[in-house]
Structure formats: structure tokens, C-alpha cells
């Protein structure tokens, strides 16, 4: 007879892997339904390299020893050459192709010139592929899965990809659907996770929605949404082995001042291909008739229309990239890379969850980007979902373990999680203001509405999302 999970992870994030390897390393049950998708950055896309802090790699250090201690060496899976599988050679300080260091850079207009100062340094940072990184961590639970059946013992972990969940009730009984379209219940489970993109069908599923925040920065726009509009890709260039991150001056036509966000980051030993995130100015309008690159009365939706704004993207990305770098756009221009790395305009929106309530167990509980979210370029934000709210998860069993009940112990997970992503949100929320305009007047706002507007209906259509507001005859509705 088939044991219900302890455990059931709903989505393919980082935080949902370290769930469930915490649960395996504390003698649990896990079922992760990581969906068809391969687990990538769910919003900065398949290519995005995350820089993060030297000392996560002890919480995989942490795990290897757990488990080796528990299990033995015949319960820990190994590679196809026959070693032990590590999961801390994932991010081991010590390797060139993963170790650098990290520097913010400040450029302020000042007596007419550009005045650079360094805010901020990391001496010692990892840059991992996310990409790779929940590969990684996706695929030892699957090996682990792999090694129990091999040995004709019932599976401690099952990751069930290509299933999509089909509804999760109140008591924690979650429904699938498998790939051949039967139904699959899975049980009661103690504890649900839900690791989806906010937009993301597992969150539709169980009913989960996401709203924007709305905030006054005081910089004489009023309430706004806490949005930036990026362009993701990368380089065939080196840049070291040094993540940039720069804050910088940008100027309208008419010498406005408003400010733009850029990371650069560097993989392999050589820095090479450089991944980079370059925020839009406020103020920009990808419009293609107006650059001459297609017929006005041109549908706003048709390819011919799509390619055009597709090109002023990337023009806008190697302009912004030779700023960064320090470098001629025409050596830039001819180093893009293609396919899942092209330049892509991203839509980034600061967010709280709304829907049924994660304070019970059996209940769904949030955790990664579902729960909230702030600026996709704070260093927090690849720490946050892995490796603060997969910890959290830890510290869930260990409660358990010391008699406290399943609500108490779920409740006090949310409220860590919670906390955790209020966190990241308030330090980055400052990321999305602009210097102040007190002088504009209501039709300034009204160009800087329609822009952003704009700009989001086409990162809709990037990401394959329903595209709104629709542009009709120019005007935003």
C-alpha cells in the first residue's frame, strides 16, 4: 500500500526542492509536482544567473551530511560515474566557475557630469545558472526517487513531472492530472506547499491570485504601482568574474531626470557568456512607426509589428549594456546571443498573495514567489524562496519532532515565510521610485501612464500572457 507524503510541493521553484530535501533529511515523506516546464527563474527566464551570497552553500553541506547520517551510503543516490552524489558541489565556494565577488555603483548628475560612487561590496559571492542550480536540486530528488526503486522499496520521494494539479482542498488532499489525463489523488498530506509563478497554473488551481502593490514614493507621481519593465539576455563577451550592479541617470527629451537599475553577471571562470538585466526608463516608448520601422496603421499585434518592437528592445538592451560595461555597442551588438538567451522585454511587479488563508495544516501555505515579491534585482530575492523559506521548512519538522502540533507548527511556518518575504519587499521597495518631478502636471502623467502601459501589453505577449491593456489607435484601455 502506498504511504501518503508528509509532504506535498506544488510548483518547480527553489524553494519547494528545499522543502522537500529538508523533509527526506528529517526521516519524512515528499511529493513534489514540479510541472512540464523545465524548473527555471520564473520571471527573469531561462537564462538568468543569480549572484548570491558565499555562505548558502552550507546549507547543502548541511543537507549532504543529514542525509548521509540517516540513510547511510546505499540511501544517498550517486552519479552516472558511480560517486556520491553531493549536492554542495552545486555551489562550492572554491570553484572558479561559480566564485567572484560583487559591487553596486551609484551614478548621480551632478554640476553637469555623471559623479560614480561604489554604495555597496561583496567580497566573496557565487554566480550559479538558476537554470542549473534547480536542476540540480530537482534532479537529486529524483535520483533519490530512482535509487528506492531500484532497491524495490517504496519511494521516500516522488516527483511526479508533466502532472498538473487539478485542486487541492481545505484538509490537504491535493488532485492531479497525469500526463494520459487521469485523475490522481494524492492523499492527505500534512503540509502543502504551493512554489508557482503568482500567474502560474498550480497557483490558479488552488485559487491563489496575486495583487500588485500600490505605493506613494513621494516622488510626485502619486499612488503607482510598484512596476519596472526589464530587458533580460546575454552576451558572448567576458566580464570577469565580478556581478555588477548599477544605479544610474536617465534623461527624457526634455533632460527630465529618472533612474534605471542594470546587473551584470559572468559565468564560468571567464565571466563568459555575461547575463544581464537592464531596467527601462520610465519615460521609453517601444513604438515602431515612430522609428521607422514599420507603416503607421500597422496592427499593434501582427508580426511585423511584434519584430519591430522585438528590435527596438534589443537595440535598447546593447545601448544599455555598452553603458554598464564600458564598452562599444558594435563589439556588443554582435556578441547577443539567441534562442531562450535573446534579449526579452520582462514585466516586474512588486506583489502580496490574495486567496484562502495559510494558517492551519493541511492548508496551502505559500512559499518562493507565490507569497509575495519585491524588486527581481535585490540581492534578496534568490535567497529568499531556497534558502530562507526552504529553511523554514526545516525548522517545521523540528518543531513536530518536539510535540508541537501540526497547526501550531503550520502556522508558525506561514508567519516565518510571511515575514521573510516582507523582508525582501521593504528593502527593495525604494528600487522602484524616481527622483522627484513635483513639476509635472496631469498630461506628463497621463505619457508616463501610457508608456508603462505600453510597455506592459508587449511584455505580455513576450511572456504568452493575455496582452492588456490593449492598444487601440494608440490609446491604452
Known sequence: MRQQPDLVVLGGGGAGAMAMLWTLAAGRRAVGVPGADPPSDPLLGPGATWCLPAGVHRHLELLDRLLLRRYGPDGVPARADGSRWRLADALRPTDP???????????????????????????????????????????????????????????????????????????????????????????????????????????????????????????????????????????????????????????????????VRQVAVGRGPTGMPAWLAVQVPEYHVFDPVEAGLVPPGTPPDSPDHLDAVRLLVRRLFVTAAAELLQRPEAALDGAIRGGPDRPRLVSATAWRPVGPPSDGAGQLIAVGDTVGGGHPLHPLRPVTGPFRHGHRVRRYWRRRAAGTGAGEAALALAVEVAADTAEWINASISDFAEPPQFHFNADCFAELAYARAHREHFAALEAGRPAHPALLDGVPR
Do not use: I, K, N
Open 97 to 259: 566557475a561559480l566564485a567572484g565577488g560583487a559591487v553596486e555603483v551609484r551614478e548621480e548628475w551632478t554640476d553637469g557630469e555623471s559623479r560614480a560612487t561604489v554604495t555597496a561590496t561583496w567580497p566573496a559571492v557565487l554566480r550559479v545558472p538558476a537554470t542549473e542550480l534547480l536542476a540540480e536540486l530537482w534532479g537529486y530528488l529524483a535520483a533519490v526517487e530512482a535509487t528506492d526503486r531500484h532497491a524495490g522499496r517504496a519511494p521516500r520521494v516522488r516527483v511526479l513531472s508533466g502532472h498538473a494539479v487539478a485542486g487541492q482542498s481545505m484538509a490537504g488532499r491535493v488532485r492531479l492530472t497525469a500526463p494520459d489525463g487521469a485523475t490522481v489523488d494524492l492523499g492527505d498530506s500534512e503540509l502543502v506547499l504551493l512554489d508557482d509563478h503568482p500567474a502560474g497554473a498550480a497557483a490558479r488551481a488552488c485559487g491563489v491570485t496575486a495583487a500588485p502593490l500600490v505605493v506613494d514614493h513621494g516622488d510626485g507621481r502619486g499612488p503607482t504601482l510598484a512596476r519596472a519593465h526589464l530587458v533580460v539576455g546575454a552576451l558572448d563577451t567576458s566580464v570577469g568574474d565580478l556581478c555588477r550592479r548599477r544605479v544610474a541617470p536617465a534623461f527624457d527629451e526634455d533632460h527630465d531626470e529618472y533612474r
